[in-house]
């Protein structure tokens, strides 16, 4: 049977969402608390790969196994040994051949940026005091939306086989937490190629100050590469807000 983990980490104390060797990642931890609750080796497949320090509100990942689970007492279970930066919201039994990966319609992530230094966001945000053109930045998001090849935006040599992504919403919003001004990027496609959103959120920053046109920025989506493109701005500010399936 499969089963869908509804996830979500604080991915400070972590080098990513992947298992690697020498390192901390989120699956590892939930591969080793499942093991012990099933009481046998039990991998998992997430919905996606988040960088070091890039968090998440909404993640999913599957895990096959031959016992039939509460969802709700399995969930609180899972929770007693993860640790603290680490929690399941839902275990949810799905068909055989649901995959947490090639299943998503859409995925969601929101950048946040406090213009105040506050010892409250630390971690959580990237702290940035210079003013910005909120409004050439949502003109430069809406630019986005007329395009589909995202080369430029993507980390090079990467493995995949085309750079095509449906980017159907983009928009910058100003808002507060704990009374400290933030500026917050969302988007919403139906996939992301690796460092997307960093890059697409640096170079929109270098719109916003000034440092290249609106002009200039399509110009760098048609040109499709990377050097042309801004910085990749910090993982801490970075979050995958929303993984969307068709059925959950």
Not at 10 to 39: D, F
Not at 73 to 99: C, Q, T, W, Y
Not at 149 to 171: E, G, M, P, R
Request: hydrophobic letters at 40%.
């Amino acid at each position: 049977m499969r089963y869908f983990l509804e996830l979500a980490y604080s991915g400070t104390q972590y080098h990513g969402w992947q298992i690697q060797k020498n390192a901390h990642s989120v699956q590892a931890e939930i591969q080793n608390a499942l093991s012990v609750l099933l009481r046998k080796p039990t991998d998992i497949l997430g919905s996606g790969r988040t960088d070091a320090g890039v968090h998440a509100i909404q993640q999913y990942a599957h895990f096959d196994t031959e016992q039939t689970l509460d969802g709700e007492v399995f969930a609180k279970k899972m929770n007693g040994i993860l640790p603290e930066d680490i929690s399941i919201k839902r275990v949810i039994k799905v068909h055989e051949e649901a995959h947490t990966r090639f299943d998503a319609t859409q995925r969601h992530y929101m950048y946040r940026i406090n213009q105040e230094k506050t010892p409250f966001l630390k971690g959580v945000s990237y702290y940035n005091f210079h003013r910005f053109d909120v409004d050439l930045m949502n003109k430069a998001a809406q630019i986005m939306l007329k395009h589909e090849d995202f080369q430029c935006f993507s980390k090079v040599h990467t493995d995949v086989n085309h750079y095509l992504c449906n980017i159907q919403q983009a928009y910058w919003q100003k808002e507060t937490s704990y009374n400290v001004n933030l500026l917050v990027f969302y988007i919403q496609a139906n996939r992301f190629l690796r460092g997307m959103v960093r890059a697409i959120t640096g170079t929109m920053l270098n719109v916003g100050s000034g440092k290249i046109t609106l002009e200039e920025f399509e110009q760098i989506i048609l040109n499709k590469d990377r050097k042309q493109a801004g910085w990749s701005v910090p993982a801490q500010g970075l979050f995958l807000a929303k993984v969307a399936y068709p059925y959950i």
